[in-house]
């Protein structure tokens, strides 16, 4: 399992991390930033725990995201 937290507060609404995992990322039409899909928000930070085969393509956007605000933590 991994964990995928995403710090939506600073996000710039670049696309990359759509364009590396797009099933598990969008972006929303209200605000232009990205959304974690079915992420779990607590204080404006968005987490999910997925199964490891998500693992390549979040990677991916992680490295991808201009201003870093992905983690990805190991279960
Ligand atoms: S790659 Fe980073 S800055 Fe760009 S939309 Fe995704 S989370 Fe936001």
Redesign the pocket.
Known sequence: MIKIV?H?N?????????E?APKR?G?SRRDG??VLVNGIEKKGIYTIDLQDWELEENLK?KQ???????EIIKL
Do not use: Q, S
């Open positions: 995403h939506r600073k996000c710039i609404g670049c696309n990359a991390c759509v590396a990322w972006i930033k990205a956007a991808n995201c201009p201003v870093k605000i992905i």
